[in-house]
């Protein structure tokens, strides 16, 4: 069974840091997209990063460029997303999903997320 788990979340204030991970099990972690989305209360679920686990390239949407820096350990099948200078408008749940490039299909379900709560 193909599951990604999301942890690392947390209360920090304003200007802090965290780091997020993704651990997945169940498949070859090589040769997928992974990528991080957030669902803040009362918003739909919308994309924030992304890494190729076969070459290491990332990309990031613009609320969170600059700030953040998305990594890839194959070998323990675990993303990353080190968030810098965190705001308030970053607070929201935190999900990973894969996807495999081959057939540029998702895998897997939406695992349980992680909270992130940014204070002022």
């Known amino acids: 069974e193909v599951q990604l788990q999301a942890s690392g979340g947390g209360l920090v204030q304003v200007g802090g840091s965290l780091r997020l991970s993704c651990v997945g099990s169940?498949?070859?972690?090589?040769?997928?997209?992974i990528g991080w989305f957030r669902q803040a209360p009362g918003k739909e679920r919308g994309g924030v990063s992304c890494?190729?686990?076969?070459?290491?390239?990332?990309y990031y949407l613009g609320s969170v460029k600059g700030r953040s820096t998305m990594s890839s350990d194959n070998a323990k099948k675990t993303v990353y997303l080190q968030m810098n200078n965190l705001k308030p408008e970053d607070t929201a749940d935190y999900y990973c999903?894969?996807?495999?490039?081959?057939?540029?299909?998702?895998?897997?379900?939406w695992g349980q997320g992680t909270q992130v709560t940014v204070s002022s």
């Open positions: 169940g498949f070859n972690f090589d040769d997928y997209v």
């Open positions: 999903a894969a996807t495999y490039m081959a057939t540029r299909k998702p895998v897997g379900s």
């Open positions: 890494i190729n686990t076969s070459d290491g390239g990332t």
